[in-house]
């Protein structure tokens, strides 16, 4: 655990990085066994988030380090490992099928919660044996569970909450490594939508001195964060939303055609060899309350779920498509629609979108080659490339934010806020936090590190990270 090494590289910002002492691309070779207090009262934790996004496809798992000379220093990050962890089918059918028909019962919702839990708590074991990885060199675990239902923007008579199940003492108690959840519901109590979670890590790793940049992720719904120039207000200016649908749409089309053996349309093969009905891409984009709602605003399954598509389907069928019509259709109304999104409603934040210098993609869709080539046709200024260009891989970012997001809230310390968020209050209440073995020593770091602040309330936000040593070993 010694004190930070030099630095003596260039990361994607300008700024200068170091090369942390590891393994290539693994754990670090100096792996603890023990949190305990530093003796300057820096920061050293390794952290594992953890990511089941709205198409279940997987459980993204990124081991961090995180290092912080003091609370005013820059943030030093490294990817140590990534993989994901297939969801065992045995869970995926019957939560796709609860999530289809919306029928349940408070019986099952309990023991859903619980075997989720055991689910993640699962996941890190196969994760540490796979990778050979000493369970007890996990300080922290950041999990954001499995979101059942996210109702973020409520009508009359509706409640804003998020319901995100994987029950976090479950994790805990599985694994003995303190864990933190419940991301979503810690964003709506300080008067905010619980979506997107991500301008965290978006802004950390994206703000350049002189450079207008935009992260698409592309998941199973689609959303944005604009992060401008520094000049022109970098972290401190950032706005993003939710965009509509991103994969969810194509997965449920490639589920219908296929019977369930394909669940996504794998290198856009199937859009590739079909042709797009453009009327009835124009309909739903032009009668869409939600892709029409000016930001903020965020969405999930319960807008853009299977039940919606199949009535794109049903249209498309009607008037003629072939399945691959049908699949290359679904795929333009997710591509058209985040241009839509750019073009609609980044000019009420000052920004033009043909002066996007940069797009760094992620998200399943990042790879599906139709909605790619269609952005370069859209917005042929803008450089399109993928987010692994700044050492986190691009599958990883949501776990890694997750990891981050576990950090600050042991810390109590508040994370960055768009400037289009419902409301701008910093909140140091970023998640739900369940004690593991290690919950003394890991506190008693964290305190000791807090005692370098000498300003008064909480400690200051985190407004520069730098990324170590990229992580390359990762290959989709």
């Known amino acids: 655990m010694g004190s930070l090494p030099d630095m003596d590289h260039s990361d994607l910002n300008g700024h200068t990085t170091n090369a942390a002492h590891t393994n290539g691309n693994g754990c670090s070779a100096d792996v603890r066994n023990d949190v305990h207090r530093r003796p300057d009262g820096s920061l ?4 594992l988030g953890m990511n089941s996004g709205t198409a279940m496809d997987g459980i993204d798992c990124a081991l961090v380090r995180y290092r912080q000379e003091s609370p005013t220093a820059p943030l030093h990050m490294e ?8 969801v065992p089918q045995r869970m995926k059918k019957p939560i796709l099928k609860m999530l289809r028909e919306t029928r349940t019962t408070p019986s099952a919702m309990s023991q859903l919660n619980v075997q989720l839990g055991q689910m993640f708590g699962d996941a890190v074991s196969e994760f540490c044996d796979k990778h050979h990885i000493d369970m007890g060199s996990i300080d922290l675990i950041g999990s954001h569970g499995q979101t059942i239902w ?12 998020a319901f995100c199940l994987g029950e976090g003492t479950i994790i805990a108690a599985q694994t003995g490594i303190t864990t933190v959840t419940d991301f979503r519901q810690a964003e709506q109590s300080v008067g905010r939508q619980g979506a997107p979670l991500v301008a965290l890590i978006d802004g950390l790793l994206l703000h350049h001195p002189t450079r207008t940049r935009l992260c698409q992720n592309i998941g199973g719904i689609a959303n944005l964060c604009l992060i401008p120039a520094d000049r022109d207000g970098g972290v401190d200016a950032m706005v993003d939303w939710d965009c509509g649908p991103g994969n969810m749409f194509i997965d449920a089309a490639m589920r219908h055609y296929t019977n369930g053996e394909q669940e996504y349309d794998k290198d856009g093969r199937w859009a ?25 605003k965020t969405t999930g399954r319960e807008v853009f779920g299977d039940n919606e598509c199949h009535e794109i389907i049903t249209a498309c069928e009607a008037a003629g498509c072939s399945p691959y019509d049908t699949v290359a259709t679904v795929t333009r109304i997710t591509a058209e629609n985040i241009v839509h999104q750019y073009r609609t409603f980044l000019p009420n934040y000052g920004i033009d979108p043909d002066s996007i210098d940069d797009i760094f993609m992620c998200g ?5 080659p139709e909605i790619v080539a269609y952005l370069r046709r859209e917005l042929p200024r803008a450089r399109i490339s993928s987010l692994d260009e700044t050492g986190v891989p691009a599958d990883a970012k949501e776990a890694v934010s997750f990891a981050q997001q576990a950090v600050e809230a042991v810390l109590g310390r508040a994370a960055l806020v768009p400037v289009n968020s419902d409301s701008l209050t910093p909140n140091c209440i970023s998640g739900k936090v369940a004690p593991g073995k290690k919950w003394r020593e890991l506190m008693g770091m964290c305190v000791a590190f807090g005692n370098g602040w000498e300003g008064e309330g909480a400690l200051p936000t985190v407004k520069e990270m730098i990324v170590d040593k990229p992580y390359i070993e990762w290959a989709p």
């Open 44 to 47: 050293d934790l390794t952290v």
């Open 364 to 368: 399943g869709g990042a790879h599906n």
């Open 150 to 161: 996210l109702l973020s923007m409520p009508k009359e008579g509706e409640t804003r909450s």
């Open 272 to 296: 590739a060899q079909g042709t797009v009905n453009q009327a009835i891409v124009d309909d739903f984009l032009s009668n869409n309350d939600y892709i029409n709602h000016h930001p903020p």
């Open 79 to 86: 990817v140590l490992k990534y993989d994901e962890i297939p």
